[in-house]
Nanobody, 121 residues
């Protein structure tokens, strides 16, 4: 499985962005898909996840502002980010096929290359 993340950019605080992660492979629909992020000088952290059935979970820091969704027909998962804050600045990574705790980096078999999100205050 190959993952290609896109949609990052520069946005002012309070603005919105939508990230996309396009995956290859006919088994995309069965995978749990997640977004993580890594800010400069910090460890990569969990942001949001969506299961094959559509159930979703979020980190407390983004709950109510971010929405994860998926379109299995397009092999794509999205992250709609609203009310962005400067602390949301990071490289955002998508990940697929979790085996274990979905908030754990080590649970995932596949990773995208990351897309930069910069929020100016």
């Amino acid at each position: 499985v190959q993952l290609q993340a896109s949609g990052g950019g520069l946005v002012q605080a309070g603005g919105s962005l939508r990230l996309s992660c396009a995956g290859s492979g006919r088994t995309f629909s069965i995978y749990r898909m997640s977004w993580f992020r890594q800010a400069p000088g910090k460890e990569r952290e969990f942001v949001a996840t969506i299961g094959s059935g559509g159930s979703s979970y979020y980190a407390d820091s983004v709950k109510g502002r971010f929405t994860i969704s998926r379109d299995n027909a397009k092999n794509t998962v999205y992250l709609q980010m609203n009310s962005l804050k400067s602390e949301d600045t990071a490289v955002y990574y998508c990940a697929a096929d979790a085996r274990g705790r979905f908030s754990s980096l080590t649970a995932y078999n596949y990773w995208g290359q990351g897309t930069q999100v910069t929020v100016s205050s």
